[in-house]
């Protein structure tokens, strides 16, 4: 059965400094132990620390870092709670959020030990292949990166507009603008723009030859 852990059910924790109040964990033959007096509380700081929202995503979690820590076919201490450390500070703020930092700090390590590989590559064919490795996993832990930032911000790509002309008899509109289908078309630097189009005899001339352009572009 799955005890469900309140977040934010300890007011204090949301303005804690991460680093100095979570508690640190400590490896043992059988199991990860959370070194804090009191084990409940020391689960539901950890859990806030690491996105987890009950005790089996928790546990889930520490296990599988440490997992990612073994050094030599052995779960190294150290190690892990420096990946711990690294996900306190990216401070996950849901499940998904979680999952996907305990991937980047794992492809982060396995990224350095690549490169440790080839700083102690003796011959071509092997810098070759530590190489390409390497590159994988820098292209890889750099799309993490970018999903969580897209995750953060609900899918949204922000535009800049950085430079901005208005014709002669043209309206300027100031202040944030959402489009979600856009055309220009552009004839001699003339901007036609949706709502943006000069009155009378001119205006018919460029409404043609704005119809005209996006047949061809059609």
């Not at 794992?106 to 071509?124: G, K, N, P, Q, Y």
């Not at 897209?150 to 959402?178: C, F, M, W, Y």
């Not at 043609?208 to 047949?215: D, H, K, L, T």
Request: charged letters at 25%; hydrophobic letters at 40%.
């Amino acid at each position: 059965m799955t005890t469900a852990l309140t977040r934010n059910s300890t007011p204090p924790v949301a303005s804690y400094d991460r680093s100095r109040h979570s508690p640190r964990i400590k490896l043992t033959r059988r199991r990860i132990v959370i070194q804090h007096p009191d084990s409940q509380a020391g689960e539901r700081l950890m859990a806030e620390s690491l996105g987890a929202v009950d005790r089996d995503a928790l546990h889930g979690i520490l296990k599988q870092l440490m997992k990612a820590s073994v050094i030599l076919q052995k779960p190294d201490e150290a190690n892990l709670a420096f990946m711990i450390s690294m996900m306190k500070s990216i401070a996950p703020r849901d499940s998904l959020e979680a999952m996907l930092t305990a991937q980047m700090i794992s492809v982060h390590v396995a990224t350095m030990r690549s490169a440790c590989r080839l700083a102690f590559a003796e011959d071509i064919a092997q810098q070759e292949g530590i190489t390409r490795a390497l590159t994988r996993l820098a292209r890889t832990f750099a799309a993490q990166m970018e999903a969580l930032n897209r995750h953060r911000g609900n899918g949204e790509r922000p535009i800049t507009v950085q430079n901005l002309s208005v014709q002669d008899g043209g309206k300027a509109i100031v202040g944030n603008v959402a489009q979600h289908a856009h055309l220009t078309v552009a004839d001699m630097g003339t901007s036609i723009d949706a709502g943006l189009v000069p009155s009378g005899e001119a205006g018919e001339r460029e409404r043609e030859r704005a119809e005209v352009m996006q047949g061809g572009i059609a």
